[in-house]
């Protein structure tokens, strides 16, 4: 098939590399344009456009998906399909009307739960038990499209948002593949989504990584979880950050309010509203990120030692 491939971050490689691997004829690459990281800005390029260079296909990087120009091209490559993944702009109906069999979309959830921009992270940090990915004919609408195919995986109580979107990423590759296979034949039904059981999934922002002690084991479970590696989670504790990168529930015996961070031996615990979590990883501001139990032997007046 005739395929333009529109993606960004590093989830939407595996799916490229798999169109690209099945023989497919990809017209174009699109992709957002390069942004400037590190101490001294250096432009560097999105991790679909890198992948898209090492494979010698064309690569482009409207400003706005919206620009005439841009528009104009897209149609006059007559694709059979524009295949989106992770691409992170909205398209107007010019470019969903211009492929034969319209623009599909690889989504992070399985639909209609978690529609929008952070749905790995959102199904981590609400405790969801398992998560997938959904193939859609993209609409007008975020992310309300007809449904086209869905693959599911569990939730483990160790996956964190890091660990998920890995796995989402690999399944992407020969799904999308298949999904193809059966669009050409007419082998895909669409589905309409169930307006009744959509939720959205708003992007992250680093206020919502402060942990209230006050609340469940299993939500601050879930809120670290959900929130490594970026913005991830943390306690202002003496005036001072202190993040928490990996953690895990723990029973033990120990007399401490919520909130409260007790030291046995080399092991650091902290108490949650109805238990507590052994720490596993942290990192106090302005410190690099080690192990709890190196943490520990530090001289750290707010913790307790028994």
Same mark, same amino acid.
């Given at each position: 098939?005739?395929?333009?491939?529109?993606?960004?971050?590093?989830?939407? @490689?595996?799916? /490229?590399?798999?169109?690209?691997?099945?023989?497919?004829?990809? &017209? +174009?690459?699109?992709?957002?344009?390069?942004?400037?990281?590190?101490?001294?800005?250096?432009?560097?390029? *999105?991790?679909? $456009?890198?992948?898209?260079?090492?494979?010698?296909? *064309?690569?482009?990087?409207?400003?706005?998906?919206?620009?005439?120009?841009?528009?104009?091209?897209?149609?006059?490559?007559?694709?059979?399909?524009?295949?989106?993944?992770?691409?992170? $702009?909205?398209?107007?109906?010019?470019?969903?009307?211009?492929?034969?069999?319209?623009?599909?979309?690889?989504?992070?959830? /399985?639909?209609?739960?978690?529609?929008?921009?952070?749905?790995?992270?959102?199904?981590?940090?609400?405790?969801?038990?398992?998560?997938? &990915?959904?193939?859609?004919?993209?609409? #007008?609408? /975020?992310?309300?499209?007809?449904? &086209?195919?869905?693959?599911?995986?569990?939730?483990?109580?160790?996956? *964190?948002?890091? =660990?998920?979107?890995?796995? /989402?990423?690999? +399944?992407?590759?020969?799904?999308?593949?298949?999904?193809?296979?059966?669009?050409?034949?007419?082998?895909? *039904?669409?589905?309409?989504?169930?307006?009744?059981?959509?939720?959205?999934? =708003?992007?992250?922002?680093?206020?919502?990584?402060?942990?209230?002690?006050?609340?469940?084991?299993?939500?601050?479970?879930?809120?670290?979880?959900?929130?490594?590696?970026?913005?991830?989670?943390?306690?202002? @504790?003496?005036?001072?950050?202190? $993040?928490?990168?990996?953690? #895990?529930?723990?029973? @033990?015996?120990?007399?401490?309010?919520?909130?409260?961070?007790?030291?046995?031996?080399?092991?650091?615990?902290?108490?949650?509203?109805?238990?507590?979590? $052994?720490?596993? #990883?942290?990192?106090?501001?302005?410190?690099?990120?080690?192990?709890?139990?190196?943490? @520990?032997?530090?001289?750290?007046?707010?913790?307790?030692?028994?």
């Amino acid at each position: 098939m005739r395929i333009i491939y529109m993606g960004t971050p590093d989830f939407a @490689v595996p799916a /490229l590399n798999a169109i690209y691997e099945a023989g497919h004829e990809i &017209l +174009m690459v699109v992709s957002q344009p390069d942004k400037p990281v590190g101490r001294h800005q250096e432009l560097m390029p *999105t991790a679909v $456009k890198a992948a898209a260079l090492k494979l010698g296909l *064309t690569v482009k990087q409207p400003v706005k998906a919206s620009d005439p120009e841009f528009m104009a091209e897209v149609s006059a490559l007559k694709p059979d399909v524009i295949v989106v993944a992770a691409y992170g $702009k909205i398209l107007k109906k010019v470019i969903l009307d211009a492929p034969k069999y319209g623009c599909i979309n690889i989504h992070g959830s /399985l639909l209609p739960r978690w529609r929008g921009a952070a749905p790995i992270q959102w199904s981590v940090l609400s405790g969801d038990e398992k998560s997938g &990915l959904t193939i859609m004919q993209m609409a #007008e609408g /975020l992310d309300t499209g007809d449904m &086209l195919m869905q693959e599911e995986t569990v939730i483990s109580p160790t996956d *964190t948002s890091e =660990s998920l979107f890995d796995r /989402l990423a690999k +399944m992407s590759g020969p799904m999308i593949v298949r999904a193809l296979e059966k669009l050409e034949k007419g082998e895909l *039904t669409a589905v309409k989504q169930d307006e009744a059981l959509a939720t959205y999934a =708003s992007q992250l922002s680093k206020n919502m990584g402060e942990i209230d002690f006050n609340k469940s084991v299993r939500e601050i479970d879930c809120l670290i979880r959900g929130m490594y590696s970026w913005p991830g989670a943390y306690a202002k @504790v003496d005036g001072k950050v202190f $993040k928490i990168h990996k953690a #895990e529930p723990a029973c @033990v015996d120990i007399e401490a309010a919520p909130g409260e961070f007790v030291a046995v031996k080399n092991d650091l615990y902290v108490r949650c509203q109805d238990g507590f979590l $052994k720490l596993d #990883e942290v990192q106090l501001e302005g410190k690099k990120r080690m192990n709890a139990s190196d943490f @520990v032997r530090g001289n750290v007046s707010w913790i307790r030692k028994i």
